[in-house]
């Protein structure tokens, strides 16, 4: 009889310790979700993206490289750079087509790699940018807005192109041309750019209907 009572005495304070390591245990759990936690934040929060710093320094001569993603298109088109034409006026953002090249708004093509531009801080070029189709049916197009990389020398940078809310057509065996232009201005900072385009193929039943709604935006 003594016995049992002893061991009903003990009970409370077996539950009572019980009850301390419970606590211990959700404690330990808790800190270690915790601190597994924190570390996946430092991972994934801005601070750790946006650790790495781009320095730039000004350059007397910045290389600008154009690059053009075709999509919905023909495999055999390719984006070329002419300089404009020499014998007759221009106007930037002049845009057209035609089979007679010798007619066209542009002379020869870009000295270099055929991709570039190579311009001073401060300064602007117009060229043209040409499309030959030598398919047998038209082809209509949009251009996505442009990307340019580093983005933090893209401060300074103006692209007078054709990414600007238009649908393009070029006809069959004819050559598409349009007078663009690139500036820097004074301050620009870096001494190259990587810019790019997604050249977007449509059907000629979206050119309509986008032309019919850009008609009716006009209006209004």
Not at 45 to 65: A, C, H, M, Q, Y
Request: net charge positive; hydrophobic share 35%.
């Amino acid at each position: 009889m003594k016995a049992s009572q002893g061991i009903i005495q003990n009970r409370p304070m077996f539950k009572v310790s019980l009850f301390k390591v419970l606590l211990a245990l959700i404690f330990y759990v808790n800190c270690g979700f915790e601190s597994d936690n924190s570390q996946d934040h430092s991972k994934e929060s801005p601070e750790g993206r946006n650790s790495k710093t781009i320095s730039l320094t000004k350059s007397d001569k910045v290389n600008i490289k154009l690059v053009w993603d075709f999509k919905n298109l023909p495999s055999n088109l390719k984006m070329e750079l002419y300089e404009p034409p020499s014998q007759r006026p221009f106007s930037l953002w002049e845009t057209g087509s035609g089979k007679d090249e010798s007619k066209l708004a542009f002379s020869k093509p870009i000295i270099g790699d055929g991709k570039s531009i190579i311009l001073n801080p401060g300064t602007k070029k117009q060229f043209v940018l040409v499309i030959r189709n030598p398919n047998e049916e038209t082809l209509h197009f949009f251009a996505a807005p442009h990307r340019a990389e580093p983005e933090e020398a893209s401060l300074g940078f103006k692209f007078k192109c054709l990414c600007i809310n238009h649908a393009f057509t070029i006809p069959p065996k004819e050559t598409w041309y349009r007078i663009v232009e690139l500036k820097l201005s004074d301050g620009f900072l870096g001494d190259s750019l990587l810019v790019s385009h997604s050249i977007i193929g449509i059907p000629k039943e979206r050119v309509k209907d986008f032309q019919k709604s850009a008609s009716s935006d006009h209006e209004h």
